[in-house]
Every structure is written in structure tokens, then in C-alpha cells.
Nanobody, 118 residues
Framework: QVQLVESGGGLVQPGGSLRLSCVAS????????MRWYRQSPGKERELVAA????????DYADFVKGRFSISRDDAKNTVYLQMNSLKPEDTGVYYC???????????WGQGTQVTVSS
């Protein structure tokens, strides 16, 4: 049974930091591109960051470059999103996604709420 379980969301003041975690199970984690998406109120879900396995390529959305950092620990089947210098517009539900490009398979977590507000 495939599971992606996110944690680490919460309420933080502007300028603050949060670290999201996503623990995966039920598939070969190291073969999958791991991504973080977010869905802000009234907006469509958008890609935040992506990281391939084995120390491969990293990609960030322009609106988080220099503030967010994605990393993964394949031994722990876990992907992280370190979020610094948070802004109110970063508010939303953050989702973990696992993508296997050869079969176009996608798995999703249930999401974790991030609220940036004073």
C-alpha cells in the first residue's frame, strides 16, 4: 500500500521558517522524482520544488528560489522542504508528490497546512 505522509506544517510569522517532511512507503522511493506542490486559497496547485533520486537534479519555482530548499534521504524514504523567509503569500496546503517518469505514475500525500501570518 502506497503512502505519503506529510508533517511539519503550522502557523508561522512572516520571516519565519518551517521544515516539512514527507515519509513514503509502498514503492521504491529512490527511483521516484520527489516533488512538493502547494495550493493557495483561490489558486490552482503549483509546483514548488522537485528533486530526483541519487543526488540528481533539483528544480525550484521562481517564487521560492533562494528561500526554500528541497532534500531527500533515500535511506529513510523521506523528502524534506526547508522553508525560510516565509511570506504571507506562501500560505497554503503543501503536498508531497512521487513521480515515476517511465510510467507517468504519480502518488500524492494528504497535504499539510502552512499559514504565514502575523
Amino acid at each position: 500500500q502506497v503512502q505519503l505522509v506529510e508533517s511539519g506544517g503550522g502557523l508561522v510569522q512572516p520571516g519565519g521558517s518551517l521544515r516539512l517532511s514527507c515519509v513514503a512507503s509502498g514503492f521504491t522511493f529512490s527511483l521516484y522524482i520527489m516533488r512538493w506542490y502547494r495550493q493557495s486559497p483561490g489558486k490552482e496547485r503549483e509546483l514548488v520544488a522537485a528533486l530526483t533520486g541519487g543526488g540528481g537534479g533539483i528544480d525550484y519555482a521562481d517564487f521560492v528560489k533562494g528561500r526554500f530548499s528541497i532534500s531527500r534521504d533515500d535511506a529513510k524514504n523521506t523528502v524534506y522542504l526547508q522553508m525560510n523567509s516565509l511570506k504571507p503569500e506562501d500560505t497554503g496546503v503543501y503536498y508531497c508528490n512521487a513521480h515515476f517518469s517511465q510510467s507517468h505514475t504519480n502518488y500524492w500525500g494528504q497535504g499539510t497546512q502552512v499559514t504565514v501570518s502575523s
